[in-house]
């Protein structure tokens, strides 16, 4: 059964004081139901993803389901670290195609400045293995990705400034997307002039402390066609991957291979043999510059190594052969855990109905990938979407 996305939503990413999350919620809702020509009436499924960790609100399913008028309707939340709205993209996905379901909403949405900067990066720290990692080391989230980080520059001579274009590139695309945290450029000397936060990584290298949301409405394709829903873009594969939540007994550090499984998968089920040029667009999980240029070769847009040279010789910019993304990504447009996911999926399908305004790209295959990572690699989804 093929399932169609015929709505998307996204709120104004950035420290959010001024609603709180049930609030935060309808905002990307309200988009996607509007989007969709449809109603609170016509969902049957709603599907809260949100950490939930850095909120007021710990269970927080309930109150946004009541006030999005989805009361009856969300029997579940989900939750996988940063992939979390992923996640809850996944279960409305396979609600759809199992019959459970022929509309189904997924809702991503974060809360994450309720709590101080320090305790923040506490949480982050806990992200993997509590016992063995944060009570004994003190782990930290830039600290997790700083290791990859020196790794990678030591095996492969990737540098500081390859990584400081990651996060130009990032902010360039920002400043063009009206609901994105970050709204100005920055040049490479900015970057690498930043402070170090945790050796390689600078200011510029690491995503901000995000409040947001989004929301993607998706049906059946016998659904579909009883609503004469048009401009749909299809969900044409899902691959997933996990790997050990103790980084100790990882592989190598080098890259990921819950991100290297999950792109396996989705392009065996897509027919996806050279995605450079089978694909127009991708969004990457790039809550550290680094982990962009590991998803480049994680994700078999460049070999083991060149994900330095990738970026560097423009290939992932606006014009380049795989533009990769477009609305400024985790590191500038924002990382509210949950939404992320669901955001990937509002970027690729306004790209894909041509619809990104100044950062519109040329569509050639009209096909798309998002890259949603969970943790340091703990968990990975990688979906490929078509029009």
């Not at 709505?7 to 919620?25: A, M, N, P, Y």
């Not at 669901?342 to 040329?362: C, F, P, S, T």
Request: aromatic share 8%; with cysteine; charged share 20%.
């Amino acid at each position: 059964m093929r399932v169609g996305i015929i709505g998307v939503g996204c709120s104004k990413f950035g420290r959010r004081d001024d609603v709180t999350i049930q609030e935060l919620s309808y905002e990307a809702v309200k988009e996607a139901l509007d989007d969709a020509q449809l109603t609170q009436d016509d969902i049957e499924l709603s599907i809260v993803g949100c950490v939930g960790t850095r909120s007021y609100e710990l269970m927080p399913a309930v109150p946004i389901n009541e006030y999005c008028g989805f009361t009856g309707k969300g029997p579940m939340r989900v939750e996988a670290a940063c992939a979390t709205g992923s996640a809850a993209v996944y279960t409305a996905y396979t609600s759809i195609v199992s019959g459970v379901a022929d509309v189904a909403i997924a809702i991503g949405v974060e809360k994450m400045t309720e709590v101080d900067t320090p305790t923040s990066l506490a949480i982050g720290g806990r992200g993997g293995n509590y016992l063995w990692e944060f009570h004994q080391y003190g782990t930290t989230f830039p600290g997790y990705y700083a290791m990859h980080a020196s790794a990678h520059m030591a095996e492969f001579g990737t540098t500081e400034k390859q990584l400081a274009m990651v996060a130009v590139k990032a902010h360039r695309n920002a400043a063009k997307n009206p609901k994105a945290h970050f709204q100005k450029e920055i040049t490479i000397e900015d970057a690498l002039g930043s402070r170090y936060i945790t050796y390689p990584l600078k200011l510029y290298d690491c995503s901000p402390i995000s409040d947001g949301s989004a929301a993607a409405v998706m049906a059946s394709e016998e659904k579909i066609k009883e609503l004469g829903a048009d401009d749909v873009v299809w969900i044409e594969s899902v691959g997933y991957g996990s790997d050990t939540s103790n980084m100790t007994n990882r592989e190598s550090f080098v890259g990921l291979k819950a991100s290297i499984i999950a792109a396996e998968t989705a392009y065996k089920k897509a027919g996806i043999d050279r995605p450079v040029e089978q694909l127009d667009m991708a969004t990457v999980h790039d809550c550290f510059t680094i982990a962009e240029i590991m998803a480049y070769e994680d994700l078999g847009f460049c070999r083991k190594g060149e994900g330095g040279k990738f970026v560097e010789s423009g290939e992932s910019d606006l014009g380049g052969k795989l533009p990769v993304n477009t609305f400024g990504g985790l590191k500038a447009k924002g990382h509210p855990l949950a939404a992320t996911g669901v955001a990937m999926v509002y970027e690729v399908v306004k790209q894909l109905r041509g619809e990104a305004g100044n950062l519109q790209i040329d569509l050639k295959n009209y096909r798309a990938l998002t890259h949603n990572v969970g943790g340091t690699g703990h968990f990975a989804f990688v979906m490929i979407f078509g029009r």
